[in-house]
């Protein structure tokens, strides 16, 4: 069995965004052939953001969650004493808030609420060395028809590699 009939790519795991583009000579097309593995809940990226993704490495995101309010400043100033609410995430600068509040209401249950409201905001560290929080948009735990920042991706919103993201569960 070769890779592309197995699932995988020649350099790793299965990827939810790795979808067959070609067909060897003599293959016949098959309806639902080379859509790839679906996930239930998240749309797919359109096909060009999906192969931009597949040949670039992601990054590692650190999320801090909180429910009523974001994390303060003070909880991010002595390195390796973050808040203990971390969620390691793996994840491209392109990535939509929408995307990031999918996988946050994963491991946060407060989030899965219908009424919930996620706000995000990067901490980083100012030029003087102390940590900066900045606000940089809101989305619906359940879209219902309204859209505040969701189509918003994270280099759009201004997001450097060593950021950290906190979310407050409202």
């Not at 994390?71 to 392109?94: C, L, M, N």
């Not at 996988?103 to 609420?113: G, H, I, S, T």
């Not at 918003?152 to 450097?160: C, D, H, S």
Request: include cysteine; charge should be positive; glycine fraction near 10%.
């Amino acid at each position: 069995m070769d890779q592309a009939q197995n699932g995988s790519e020649p350099n790793g795991p299965a990827s939810a965004l790795y979808v067959r583009t070609h067909r060897r000579p003599g293959e016949r097309e098959m309806a639902g052939a080379g859509e790839g593995p679906k996930r239930a809940g998240r749309p797919l990226p359109p096909p060009g953001e999906a192969l931009r993704r597949r040949l670039t490495c992601p990054l590692l995101l650190r999320v801090f969650t909180k429910i009523g309010c974001h994390h303060s400043k003070e909880d991010f100033a002595v390195r390796g004493k973050e808040p203990k609410d971390e969620v390691q995430i793996y994840t491209w600068k392109d990535a939509t808030l929408r995307e990031l509040t999918d996988l946050v209401k994963e491991v946060a249950p407060a989030a899965r609420r219908r009424d919930a409201i996620l706000s995000f905001a990067f901490v980083y560290p100012d030029t003087n060395g102390r940590f900066v929080l900045r606000e940089v948009g809101k989305t619906f735990s359940y879209g219902n028809g309204k859209r505040l920042d969701d189509g918003k991706a994270l280099a759009e919103l201004g997001f450097q590699i060593g950021d950290y993201l906190d979310v407050a569960i409202l």
